[in-house]
Structure formats: structure tokens, C-alpha cells
């Protein structure tokens, strides 16, 4: 076939086109070879005439068919040219919005300027371990190839990112390492990518700049090197940098700016730590103002500083350094303004003295200012003869000037990134590595200097690398096929390069020139005109001779020469490095040491050269000897080593529009990066060769329709269609048999495609006349048969007409005869009906008249009957009305009286209790203790009284003896003592009265004020009372209005409970994990470092501290926040913090300890006070009595205190001989459990109480100690006053001295603490008081909160309130149940241990005295014999747990009892409980734990031992449930499994450790299952085919290919769906024959389900080749064949089918029509599980398998969008693989009675004995 018949009507081609560069255009007749001119008509219905030329004008580009326009990739197009190329990245990008496309082995990135959600986590966990080709292109694919390449060949992989300034360059580069951070290492342990990523706002300000076509364009470019361990994890990374822009420093064009940083510094001038700097706006400087437009819109400067500093700290550069950074950066816009003034003579200049800038300069950078202004504008020459200072003229010296910023700048640059490689910098030995190059595209601008043409340069280098290694993949494929080659004749541009980089090339000359001493740019430009002239990559401008023109491989350039050996010389001058050097400032000072010139130059190519003034050879001048352009040729083929060492792959980066526009499209912008990045190139190689590739059974499958039967009769399908293109292509140039695949020439499918399709519009012709000649017929006879039907009914009507005009005929005639008679019969009627009527009103009118005089009289009588009524009802009412103010009156007085006495009433207590019982109570106890204060206080007056009384007497008495005393003697001494005794007497008397009446006194103002403060608080409680009550009350209108649905909120309420249980596990899952990785590393620890000997564990010490985050169960007494102080204390804080329980008792706690440390710290103060004010008062002289009044107190309490304890004694003793003798009368339970109570009770409240009296004896026997002294000097002074007393004869009673003190003192007490008592009532009040105000001001806030709600708002924000509240409360019970099992845990344990007191008691004295109740005793003891528990010794322990667990097989148990091992563990439990061993129970359950723990570790692969001990656990914490003795697991129970329950121990903590353990293992079996299944979904859902030869072929362009498949194993394996349906069917049958409950399978089998519906979806969601209408039903059917079978396993009631439901809705989809508005409203209708973005996603992708299925248009698809934009959904694309569904564990009890259960002899448990009683 030749080329010109694919030149017929009907096709179209692409014509050139000024604005859109290519049009397409459709042939309207046959081109024949030799014509001039082609008829074409172009898409706007208007018709063009092309020429053709056949040098000038080539027949256009044939169009690809519409079955290949969207390709994933490029070389899978027919006809690959440059229209080809650009339209279909057009479709991609425009209608399907798909911003990345393969071609062949680049990928090429157009930047949406729009945030894309296609970069999570999912999106990465689903490219990974996929193949190139398998998905849609993704930058993702690109890395995931190069870590597989990396990781299966062993060699070190480059990813080349490329593009003009603003293609997102950057942006591509960090989404591969966040993909290398994420497969390469833990998702969570991204440190090195956190940092790396750091580096970028560091190295955007210094490095980044505004330009005319970006305003974030990277003047720089870098090579990030990731590196490996063996592993392939990450450890580290290493950043080398490419030629920086130094010239940016000094000089910018219109509309640019300098380096961000500069402005940044600029922008946050005002703040403080920055005043030093001396800075102000960016436009008073000159290095920041020559672009005229300092700001970028959209960008705040002084924000990205602060990120900027940032990045700085996080990546270790301290704040001193920051500052010094800042300060050489404010020193270089300072020198930027120093002002050089020129002399009158031209040949020299000078700076300034008082110039402040070169002050500052100087300043910022620690220099001298005077050194510095003379080297400014001077330099020095150095001959052999002599040396000698020169001046330099102004513009020398400006440039100097500006040379000394580029340079401190530069090497400012260098010290940063060398900064931020030792933050990335790793001691680990790195394995392999990954290179990331984000450098910059081919420039042409309208001005290209020096550094366009380095660019450019480094572009030839790459693309010549690029080159070779696309025909080196070339050639590996056809050899690997075994197909002959010939040289591909491609683009080879090493004659450009040697033009650059050759000897005598354009750096050789312009190395030549800058050594000259007088060297221009004229100069140069002219060698370079007479050098390379004849050079065919060399052209003169025509009108310029200081240009000239390269032509590189993307396009020509003409570079300017003008500064081109100033950049290239770099010129600094030494003296003014010097300077710098002896900078005071440590970090100035290293940037300019000799060192740093020494080193390597590392990848840096920013090398600045320092011309040395003398000619000596010094090594640190070597450097600066070599130009700038010496330096990037070096650096670049450092680099171009690198990249050929390693394999490379390729990212090119497009810039759509200059606007940054979202999704706007410039093909001339496009096509113009097209040919500057290669990919064109690609092209062209890959058309040179055989593009189009189809493996054998595709050809077969696509083209069989073109084969004859014969053909189809042969078994061999590879000769089947080398036979048929024999057949269809003559040329045998035009393909190639390989061993796998048909090589095809460019053009050739779309040939055979066009064979194909004109087969197919062949048969469609056929099919059209057959059916077209059937209608025909089919219309012929429903002709005829209706030109009969029609004549039959005619004829019937004509002879029905003439019947019926017969009919009317002789009607007429009747009608005639009978109207006729109606007229004379209607004149008769009419004359009778006038005679009638005059009749009647002759007779009417009589009557009328007659009628009328009765009506006269009749009113009459009315008239008069209504007037007596009337007069009779007034008098009446007035009677009545009397009767009425009468009673009003009186019951008026009634209710004023009835008013009263309610008043009354709501003043008294009764109406207060009503209200508030609560407060009722309080008032009553304040009530009762005021009466019993008044009692009291009657009491102690009464005492008093007589105490004055007899006080009085004594006196009395005492006056008498003094009168018969001085009458005896008229002058003696006895009687001057006993009167200063007398009058002290009278002294203390008067004194106690004082006393008395202050303390009555306080004690009165105290009760008023008690009294008042009660009223005070009774009227604030009815002031709340009513306050509340209307609250309520707004509160109950508010919601009464608003009533939800109740199954809603139990909907709600279960969707939150289910919430909280996946939180909770995945916070067991996250323990899992945190413990996996901390027994990692502590593996890790101890092969680094061994520890001789043994470290014991303390025997209190649980082992399931390490293995488990639950503590150890203590049975022994511990208080409630002791027991949760040591719960943590034991599990740690990370560990407790994860307990909600925990935490919740720790809050609590804290609360509680906090009210204790106020009050306690109010009580503080208040004896403070007291001891100041006892402090400040005198002391009086009866110390000596109230030492006495405290004894003989403490004497009496001490007295009183040992009568009670002996009273308790007895009682207890009674109490347990009632016992004794009730438990030897009676035998029944009943009674005994009574007595049990009733001890029980009594112990209780006696030990509290005797708990009481001890502290206080010991409180009072230490008092008593303390005063013994004293009291022995009391008592030696009585002993004295009595002697005296004797003497005289006149005998005194020292106890009369005692008792006025002790009594008074016995008053002050009961009074303080009375008051004290009343003092903490009433804070107690205003407590109360408080707390009901805050609740009252929160009600309020809430009242106010809801009145601003709108409906819906309040609605919900009620129930969340009911919800916070249901859950406080639920909390707080869960803590009084917590405490009440504590404190019943702690009584049983007192029960048993006085019950074994008891008993043992009863035994003593039934041995000692009474033998007969020995019997009594064992037949109590044989009640208790239970049956179902074996015996085990402690040592045996470890070989039960090792025989059950470690050793434990599933086939060595799989024929008898299903979880035959957790049967046994709880049998030995049964038993260790009957003993009461609770140490026992606590070793053999952590045991049997942490045993299962570590066999679900070593078979952490293990899908059946996982599923056995899933079984085993679960059954054991349903055992323990069952036998619990809870009545709500009892209810299922025989009397005998009753009787097996637990007596001693209560171990609901360790069914909650079970619970978890649980948990973890379903979690391990739910991985294992996913991990087994995950390689076959994708195969069996959407790859294998189910229903054959229902899927069409494409072309595959990329996909598959050899590079991409591991050569090995030779590419993944195919499952069908019958595979993963007997995987299922395996998993469900392991489950079931290990006993699991039926439930969990379920659940198992539900979230196999979602995995195999989340796979599929995202598989769907990211491939172009699977979204077809064959796709869709081939995807149907699967989904069916599960569903039957999940209906086969009686497994459809748990939700299974429904977590299919977004898979099934994406196959409908693929499947119903898209066309019409009706057609999208069933989708939206439809696709209710998916989301708008899935659907759009699946639409865009949506591909037709040929040419007679139309495509989805761009209107339809936003036609969807509109109808779906107020859906309220997740905007997530792809589904959450890892989402795992909570799983609940229903009680199940076991039909099995523990008895009956037999243990094989197999299992070698001969040291376990039955206990048979």
C-alpha cells in the first residue's frame, strides 16, 4: 500500500497554522499522486484548497483515528509527528484533565496551577510495586520504577527533572522524594524528607528570584542525591548546586528582582533583633531597585522570612549564625549603595569619608573602614621589577565593587548549602542511591548573555545524553526480540558541543581573551567570526557585529557579547579579600580561608576566580585562576559522569500558558517546550524505528475479524497472524516478527486499523440492506392489508347510510301525525290553566283578608305576653345581680384570708422542703445542731450557776475564818496570805465571768449570725428554686417544638459508638505497633551490645509490663487512686495515656486532691491566725489550771474511749459465737449466708469505729505524756497549799480548785469546736452557694446560646449536650462501680479471712470439747467440691504453657473439640481458683498471654495459626465470661455449668486483656488475609476474563514493557476470579474448622470484602485501559459471582454486599448511556456511594474500545458536576485501603460442659490430674 491511498476522502490531516500551530482538516476528495493541490475542509464548515509542494509544501500529517486520541502514551499513537503529539496532550490536559503522559520512556508533566488531590498516601500505596505502564502516568510511577530498578539490579537510579522557569520543576522533584520517603522508610519517620523539604524555603530565598516569566524562578540548579541501605531505607541525603546566577546580585532587567532574600530582610527592617542591620525599603538600595518593582503580588516577604528562619533552626543553624548570615546579606546592599565619586581627571576616584553605607558595610562584616575605602578605588600592580599601588577610574572601580558583592555572596551561597548537606549528612554507610536533578530547561530570551548561554550549554549535554541512552533502550529491545535493526539515524548534536567545549571552541577563546591584558568583547566576538564561520552550528547576525548565533538542538539563539568576559573573568582583586579575611566576625573570616579555596569543588560550579595580583604560585589561587566558564564545564561533566553511572529517567516539565492560568492551554507556548526538552526527539526515534508493538494474542484478539475460517482453523496464533499480515501488508519493511511481540512501521496500525473499520462498515452495510428489504416488506403488507380493511368498511357504510335514510323517512311521518296533536292538545291545556288561575286568585285573595285579621290579633297577644316576661325577668335580675356582689364580697374575704395563710406557709420549712429537698436537709441539720448548741448551752449555764454557787458558798465560808481569824488574831501573818489568796480567788472568779460572758457573747452574735446567714441562704434557694424551675421550663418549651425522630438520634448514637470503638482500636492496633517496634529495637540493642549476667525480676512484678499495656492484677487491698497511682507507675505515661479509664481516675483524682490541698491550705491559714491571735494576747496566770483542766479532760476521754473499745471487744466476741452456734444448729446455706452478712456488717462498722478510737487514744496518750511533767508541778504546788493548809488546821479540798478550771475548760473546748464545726458548715455554704451560681450563669449561657441557634443548630447542639452529659454520667458510674467492686473485692477478702478464723475456731473448740461437730465440718467442706478442673504443680507451668501454646500444631487438635486449648488453660484456672491461689491465676494467665503474644510473632505470616489462636482466644474469653458468676452471662447456662463457676476471683481485668489480645490478633488476621489476597484482586476483578472475548484490545503504547517488568521472573502473575473465590472459600473453611465464632468470620469476611472493593476502585480510578464499557460488564459478572457466593456461605446478613456497593455503582457507570440530561440525572440518582470527584475521575477516563462507541463530552461531564456541587461528601479520590471496620466480639457461650471434655493422650499432658471428688 503507498502512501498516498491513505490520502481518500473522508480522512483528515493536520495543516499548519500561525495561531494555534496545527488545524485539523478533512479530505473532501482522493488525492491522487502528481496533483497540486489537496481539497480539504476544516472543522469551521469552510473549505481551503492546500498545495502541495514536493519540497517546499509536503502533503500534511495523516490524523490519528479518534479510538487513539487520550493515549497514556504517546508511542502507542499510529501516526507520531509533532500535531499527533500536541493534540493529544491538548485532550489530555483540557477535557480529561490529566496533567501527566508517558512518552515512551519520559514523562511528560504540564503544571495545572491548581492544587490536584492526586498526592496522598493512597495515591502512593497504590502505584507501589505496580509496573510503568500498569497505571495512569504519575510522577509516582517514575519513582516507583526507579526504586524497583534500584532495588532489583542493584545500580544507582537518577530521576531528570527538566523544564522552563515556572514548568514546576520543584514541585515534581519533591513529590518523588516524598514518595521515597514514604515506600523507602516508615510513613510516620520522615525526618530526612522533613528536612530535605526544610532546605527548599532556605534555599528558594537565596537562590530564587522574580524573572519576566516566573516570579519563583530557581537561578540555580541542584542535584539531590537520596541514599540507601541495604534495606533501600533512607539515610540520608546530599544536595550539589549548578552555576548561580551571580550577576542577579548586581544587575536585574525591567520587571525582576534580586534574590528574595535581600527583599525579605528589606520587608522586616522594623523589627527589633534586625535594627542593627541599618536597613530600610528595598527601593532605597540599589542592588534591590533596578527591576523598578520591588513587590510580587500574592507574596508577603517579612512571612517568608520567618519561614525562612524556620527551615534555618530546624535544619541546626544556631540564631547567632542566622544573624551573621543576615548581616553579610545587609552588607552587600549597603556596599551596593556605597558612592564612588570620580576625579576631575577621569583616571582615578574616591569614596566619601562620611559615606555611611561603606560605615555600615564595614560595620556588618567586622572589616576596617579605612582599608577598605582605599582598596575600593585602588589596586595593585605587581612586575618583576617592582611593585606599585594604581588608581582605578570610576567605572573599574564600580565593577570592582559589584565583583566584591557577586563574590562574598557567592561563597555566603556555598556556605549554606554546605550547612544543609551536613544536616542531611548520615554516618550510616549508604548502599545505593537515587539522584533527584531539578535543573533549569533551554532559555532564549530577547537579551541572552553569559548565563543563557551556560544553561544552554548544560541542555546540550543533557540532551545528548538523553539521546543515546533512548536509542540504547531502543537497540536492547529489538535484540532482546531478536528482530534485525538498522542505525536509527537520530539527532546527534556533539558537533554543537565540541563547538562550545572543544579546543579552540567558544570557552577556549573566551578563556584566550580574558587572559589578554587588554581583551574586549569585540575582540572576541571577531575571533569567534573568523574561527567558526564555516561552522554549521555557527551564524553571524546579519546587522550586529557584537553577536552571534548558536544553533542548538531545541532552536537558534543569539547571544549577546557584551559582559561576557567580565562573567567569565569574575574579577575580584586579592587585596579586598584580604580585608575580608582578617574580619573580626568568625563567620566572614570562613568564608574567604584558603581551605575553603582548596576544597573540591563538589558539584558547586559557582566557583568564583580571584585574579591574583602577584605572580606567585600559591595553591589557594589556583581556584581563582580558572573562569567561571572552566568551572561549569568541569562541574558539568562531573555531572554528566554521575548521570551516565546511573540509570536514568526522565520528567519533562511544561508550562501551559505565561498567565498561570488553571487548566488554559498555548500550543504555540507547548510545542515550543516540546522541541526544547526532546520529547519530539523521542518521537522522531521512535518513528524511525517500529513504534507500534502488539504481543501475538492481542494481534489475534483485535484484527481476527480481517482473518478467513481457515485462518481461525489453525491451533498456532502466532503463524495465524504472520499469515494475515503477509496477506494485508505487501511490504515487508513495514513490520517485524519478533519472539513475543509484531513490530510495525509508523502508520501501519492505523492501516490495519482502517481495514478493520471498513470490515466492519462492510458487514454494518450488509446488516442495513437486510434489514432496510425486511421493513420494506414488512410495510408492504400492512399497505394491503389496510387498502382491504378499508374497502370493506366503506361498502358497510354505504349500505348502513341508505338503511338509515329509510328509517328517517318513516320516522318523518310519525313525527308529523304526532305534532300535529301536540298543538291542539297544548291550546286545550293553555285555556283550562287560565280558568284554574283566575279561580285561585279569587279564592286567595279571600283567604288573605281572613288571614290578616288573625295575624293582627295573634301580634296582639305577643305584644302583651313579651312586656309582662320582661318586667318579671328585670326583677329578677336585679335580685340576682345583689346575690351576686353578695357572694364576690365573701369570697373575696376568703381568699385574702386563704392568701395569707398560703404566704404564710411558703415562709415555713415545709414549703422549703417541697422546693428543695436537698436544702431542707441541710436546714434541718443546722436546726438540729443549733438545738443541740442551745441544749448544751443551757447545760453549761446551769453548770455554772452551780459552780457560782458554790463558789459563793466557799467565800462565804472562807470570810467567815478570816473574821474568826482576825479575831484570834489581830496581826498575823496566815492572815495577810489567806487574804491576797481570797483576793486572788476573787480575781480568777471575776476573771471566769469575763470569760463567760465573752464566750456567751460570741457564741450569741454567732448563732444571729448563722441565723441570719440560714434566712439569707433559704431566700437565694427559692430565688434558684424559681430561677431553675424557669429554665427548665424555657428549656422544655424550646425542645418540646423540636423532637427528632428517634431512630435518627439511635442511629446517630450508634454511628458514635461504633466511632469510639474503632478509636479504641486503633489505638490497640497503634500499641501493637509501638510494641513491634520497641522488641525491634531492643533486638537491635542487644546484637549491638550484650550485657554479661542475669537481671532477676523482682516476684511482685507482672511480666506483662513488657508484652502487654494492661497492669498486672493485684489481689491485694489498695485503695482507688492508690491502685490507679500504681496503675501507671506500672504501665508508664505513654502507656497509661492510652487507657481512657486510667486517665479518667487520674483527672478525677487530681481534681479531688486539689479541693484537698485548698481546703487544707484554708484551714492552715486558719490556725495561723489563731496562733497569732493566742501570740498577741498576754498570757494569764492560770496556765497552771488549764494544764490541770487537760488532764483531767484527757483522763476522761481516754476512760470513756477504753470502755467503748472494751464494749466493741465483747460485741465482736457475741457476734462470733452467734455465729458458731447459728452454723452448728443449721446446716442449710441460706441461714449461713445470712450469718456471713450479718459478721459481714458488724465487722465492718466495728472496725471502723475501733480504727477511730485507737488514733484518738494515741492522740490523747501522747498529750498525756507531754503534760506529765507539768502535771507533777501542779501537783507539788497543791501539795504545798494543802501543807500550809494543815498547819493551820484549816483544811482545804484542792479538787474545789480543779474543777472551776477543768470544768470552764471543758466549755472552751465543746465551744471551739462547736464553732469550728459551724465555720465549716458555712464555707460549705458558700461553697454550695458558688457552685449553684456558676451552674446558674452556665444555664444562662446555654438559655442564650440556644435563642441564637437556628433550629436544625439547636436540635443538634441538644443532643450533643445529652450526649456529653449520658457520658458523664456513664463515667461516673463506671467509677462508683469500679470503687464498689474494689470495696466488695476487699470485704470478700476480710469475709474469707474471718471466715477461716471462724472456722478454724469452730474446729478448735468442736476438737477440744465437742468431737461430734468434725463430721459437720466435712460435710460443709464436701459442698464445695466442684467437678471440670485440673490440677497442675507450679513447676509444671512453663511445660503446660509450652505444650498448649508455643509447641501448639492446629492439625494436632483439629480432631477433637474445636479450641481444645483454651478449654484446658480454663480448666487449670477452675482449679488454681478452688484453691485460692490467686498467684497462680496471675502467673498462669500472664503466662499463657505473653506465650501467644510470641507464637502470633514468629508466625506473623501465618493465615491458619493467626485464625487458630484467634479461636482459642475468644473462646477463652467467652469461658471466662460464662463462668464468671455474673447473672448476665449466666443466663444460657446449665445448673451444672452454674456450678463450675469461679468462687474466689473476680477477673473482669483480665478479660479486658483478652478483649485486647483479641483485637491485635483479628487485626494480624485481617493483614495476613489482605496480604495474601492483594496480588490477585487486581488480576481477577479487572484483568482476567470471566465471560471471553468480551474485552476489546488497544494499543498499549509503554505499558509492559521489558524495562518495566522484572526480566525473572518475567512479570506478575495472571489470577482469575475463580482463584480469589477458592482464597475466600479457604479462609472461610479455616475459620470455621478452627472453631471460630461465626460472627467474627463474618466480620472477617466483610472487611475482605471492602479491601477487595477499595483495590479494585482505585485500580479503576487511576488506569485509562480498564475504564470501557467491556470493563464495566466483565466487572458486573465478578461482582455477581461474589455475591452468590457469599449467599452460598449464608454470609449476606452482616453487611458484606453493601461495602461492594462504590465498585458496583463504578461498573454501572461504565455501562449506562452518557449523552443526554436524562442520562446524567440517572448517574447522579444512581452513583449515590461514589463521590463527585470519582465519578468525574471515571468519566474523564472513560475510554471506547473502537469507533463506533462515541466518547463522553466535556459538557456532559460538567453537566454532572453542576447537578452534584451541593452533595456534602469526603473529597477523597481514591478509597482508604487501610481502613479497617470495628470489630465486635458478641458473647457466645459454649453448649460444652467442662467435664466432658476429653484430652487426647497425643497431647502429652500427663502432668495434668482430673480432679474427680
Known sequence: ????????????????????????????????????????????????????????????????????????????????????????????????????????????????????????????????????????????????????????????????VSGESGAGKTVSAKYAMRFFATVGGSANDTSIEEKVLASSPIMEAIGNAKTTRNDNSSRFGKYIEIGFDKRYHIIGANMRTYLLEKSRVVFQAEEERNYHIFYQLCASSSLAEFKDLALTSAEEFTFTSLGENIFIEGVNDAEDLVKTREALTMLGVKDIHQMSIFKVIASILHLGNVGIVSERDGESCHINKNDDNLHHFCRLLGIEQEQMEHWLCRRKLVTTAETYVKNMPHAQAANARDALAKHIYAHLFDWIVEHVNKALHTSTKQ???????????????????????????????????????????????YMKEQIPWTLIDFYDNQPCIDLIEAKLGILDLLDEECKVPKGTDQNWAQKLYSKHSSSGHFEKPRMSNRSFIVVHFADKVEYQCDGFLEKNRDTVYEEQINILKASKFQLVADLFTDGKDVAPPSGKTSRINVRAAKPALKGHNREHRKSVGTQFRNSLHLLMETLNATTPHYVRCIKPNDFKEAFVFDSSRAVQQLRACGVLETIRISAAGYPSRWTYPDFFSRYRVLMTKKDLT???????????????????????????????????????????????????????????????????????????????????????????????????????????????????????????????????????????????????????????????????????????????????????????????????????????????????????????????????????????????????????ELETLRSRQAAGTPVASLQEELEKLRAELQEAHAQRKQIEEEFGNEKQGLEQRVEELEKENTLLKKEKEEMNRKIQSSTQGQGGDVSQKESRLQVELDDERQRYQNLVKEYSRLEQRYENLQEDMSSMKFHPGHRRIPSNQSSLGSDSNYPSISMSEAGDTDDTIQQVEEMGIEKAAMD???????????????????????????????????????????????????????????????????????????????????????????????????????????????????????????????????????????????????????????????????SKKLLEAQLQTQSRQHKDELEALHTQIELLKDNLEKKQDVLNHFSTLSPEALVEFSVQQEITRLTNENLDLKELTEKLEKNEKKLKKQLRIYMKKVQELEVSQATRSRPELTRQVTVQRREKDFEGMLEFYKEDEALLVKTLITDMKPSAVSATVPCLPAYILFMCIRHADYINDDQKVHSLLTASINAIKKVLKKNSEDFEMTSFWLANTSRLLH??????????????????????????????????????????????????????????IVSAMLESESIPSLAGVKPMGYRNRSSSLDCESGGPAGYTLQALIRQLGQFHTTMADHGLDPEIGQQVVRQLFYSINAVTLNNLLLRKDVCSWSTGM????????????????????GGTIATMEPVIQAAQLLQVKKKTSQDAEAICSLCNSLSLQQIVK????????????????????????????????????????????????????????????????????????????
Open 431 to 477: 548502599h545505593s542511591f537515587i539522584g533527584v536533578l531539578d535543573i533549569y530547561g533551554f532559555e532564549t530570551f530577547e537579551i541572552n548573555s553569559f548565563e543563557q548561554f551556560c544553561i544552554n550549554y548544560a541542555n546540550e549535554k543533557l540532551q545528548q545524553q538523553f539521546n543515546s541512552h533512548v536509542f540504547k533502550l531502543e537497540q536492547e529491545e
Open 1519 to 1576: 469461658c471466662l465470661k460464662q463462668y464468671s458468676g455474673d447473672e448476665a452471662f449466666m443466663t444460657q447456662n446449665t445448673t451444672k455449668q452454674n456450678e463450675h463457676c469461679l468462687k474466689n476471683f473476680d477477673l473482669a481485668e483480665y478479660r479486658q486483656v483478652l478483649s485486647d489480645l483479641s483485637i491485635q490478633i483479628y487485626q494480624q488476621l485481617i493483614r495476613v488475609a489482605e496480604g495474601i489476597m492483594q496480588p490477585m
Open 1140 to 1302: 481512657l479509664s486510667v486517665f479518667m481516675k487520674l483527672q478525677k483524682r487530681v481534681r479531688e486532691l486539689e479541693q484537698e490541698r485548698k481546703r487544707l491550705q484554708t484551714n492552715l491559714e486558719k490556725v495561723e491566725e489563731l496562733s497569732q491571735r493566742k501570740g498577741s494576747e498576754p498570757r494569764s496566770s492560770t496556765s497552771e489550771e488549764d494544764i490541770n483542766a487537760d488532764l483531767a479532760y484527757n483522763s476522761l476521754k481516754r476512760q470513756e474511749l477504753e470502755t467503748e473499745n472494751k464494749k466493741l471487744k465483747n460485741d465482736l466476741n457475741e457476734l462470733r459465737k452467734a455465729v458458731a452456734d447459728r452454723a452448728s444448729e443449721n446446716n442449710s446455706s441460706n441461714e449461713l449466708q445470712e450469718g456471713y452478712n450479718l459478721l459481714l456488717n458488724q465487722l465492718k462498722a466495728a472496725n471502723e469505729e475501733l480504727d477511730v478510737r485507737k488514733e484518738e487514744v494515741l492522740m490523747l496518750k501522747t498529750q498525756i505524756v507531754n503534760s506529765v511533767k507539768q502535771s507533777e508541778n501542779i501537783n507539788h504546788i497543791n501539795s504545798n497549799d494543802v501543807s500550809e493548809w494543815t498547819n493551820n488546821k484549816k483544811p482545804v479540798d484542792a479538787e474545789d480548785i480543779v474543777d472551776v478550771p477543768g
Open 1738 to 1813: 471515571i468519566l474523564n477516563l472513560y475510554t471506547p474500545l473502537n469507533e463506533f462507541e462515541e466518547r463522553v463530552t466535556v459538557s456532559f461531564i460538567r453537566d454532572i458536576q453542576n447537578r452534584l456541587q451541593d452533595r456534602i461528601e469526603n473529597n477523597q479520590l481514591l478509597v482508604d485501603t487501610k481502613y479497617t471496620f470495628p470489630v465486635l466480639f458478641p458473647y457466645t457461650p459454649s453448649a460444652l460442659t467442662l467435664e466432658a471434655i476429653h484430652i487426647p493422650a497425643s497431647l502429652s499432658l500427663d502432668f495434668l490430674t482430673r480432679e474427680n471428688f
Open 714 to 960: 489453525i491451533g498456532d496464533k502466532k503463524q495465524v497472524c504472520k499469515n494475515l499480515l503477509e496477506t494485508l501488508i505487501k511490504d515487508p519493511d513495514k513490520f517485524q516478527f519478533g519472539k513475543t511481540k509484531i513490530f510495525f512501521r509508523a502508520g501501519q496500525v492505523a492501516y490495519l486499523e482502517k481495514l478493520r473499520a471498513d470490515k466492519f462498515r462492510y458487514a454494518c452495510i450488509k446488516i442495513q440492506k437486510t434489514v432496510r428489504g425486511w421493513l420494506q416488506r414488512i410495510r408492504y403488507r400492512k399497505i394491503r392489508k389496510s387498502a382491504i380493511t378499508l374497502q370493506r368498511y366503506g361498502r358497510g357504510y354505504l349500505a348502513r347510510r341508505h338503511a338509515e335514510m329509510l328509517r328517517l323517512t318513516r320516522a318523518t311521518l310519525i313525527c308529523q301525525k304526532q305534532y300535529r296533536m301536540v298543538q291542539v292538545r297544548r291550546e286545550y291545556l293553555r285555556t283550562r290553566r287560565a280558568v284554574i288561575t283566575i279561580q285561585a286568585f279569587a279564592r286567595g285573595m279571600f283567604v288573605r283578608r281572613l288571614y290578616q285579621e288573625f295575624l293582627l290579633h295573634h301580634k296582639a297577644m305577643i305584644i302583651q305576653k313579651t312586656v309582662r316576661g320582661w318586667l318579671v325577668r328585670k326583677k329578677y335580675l336585679h335580685a340576682r345581680y345583689a346575690a351576686i356582689v353578695i357572694q364576690c364580697f365573701y369570697r373575696r374575704v376568703r381568699a385574702k384570708r386563704q392568701l395569707n395563710q398560703l404566704k404564710i406557709e411558703a415562709r415555713s420549712a415545709e414549703h422549703f422542703k417541697n422546693l428543695n429537698v436537698g436544702m431542707e436537709n441541710k436546714i434541718v441539720q443546722l436546726q438540729k445542731k443549733m438545738d443541740n448548741q442551745s441544749v448544751e448551752y443551757k447545760t453549761q449555764k446551769e453548770q455554772l450557776a452551780v459552780a457560782n454557787t458554790v463558789l459563793g458558798s466557799e467565800v462565804n465560808k472562807l470570810q467567815k
Open 1 to 160: 500500500m503507498s502512501v498516498t491511498e491513505l490520502y481518500s476522502k473522508y480522512t483528515r490531516v493536520w495543516i499548519p497554522d500561525p495561531d494555534e500551530v496545527w488545524r485539523s482538516a478533512e479530505i473532501v476528495k482522493d488525492y491522487k499522486e502528481g496533483d497540486s493541490v489537496l481539497h480539504l475542509k476544516l472543522e469551521d464548515e469552510s473549505a481551503l484548497e492546500y498545495s502541495i509542494g514536493p519540497k517546499n509544501n509536503p502533503l500534511p500529517f495523516l490524523r490519528n483515528p479518534d479510538i487513539l486520541v487520550g493515549e497514556n502514551d504517546l508511542t502507542a499513537l499510529s501516526y507520531l509527528h509533532e500535531p499527533a503529539v500536541l493534540h493529544n496532550l491538548k485532550v489530555r490536559f483540557l477535557e480529561s484533565n490529566h496533567i501527566y503522559t508517558y512518552c515512551g520512556i519520559v514523562l511528560v508533566a504540564i503544571n495545572p496551577y491548581e492544587q490536584l488531590q492526586i498526592y496522598g498516601e493512597e495515591v502512593i500505596n497504590a502505584y507501589s510495586g505496580q509496573n510503568m505502564g500498569d497505571m495512569d502516568p504519575h510522577i509516582f510511577a517514575v519513582a516507583e520504577e526507579a526504586y524497583k530498578q534500584m532495588a532489583r539490579d542493584e545500580k544507582n537510579q537518577s530521576i531528570i
Open 1674 to 1693: 466483565q466487572l458486573r459478572y465478578n461482582i455477581s459471582q461474589l455475591e452468590e457466593w457469599v449467599r452460598g456461605k449464608n454470609l449476606h446478613h
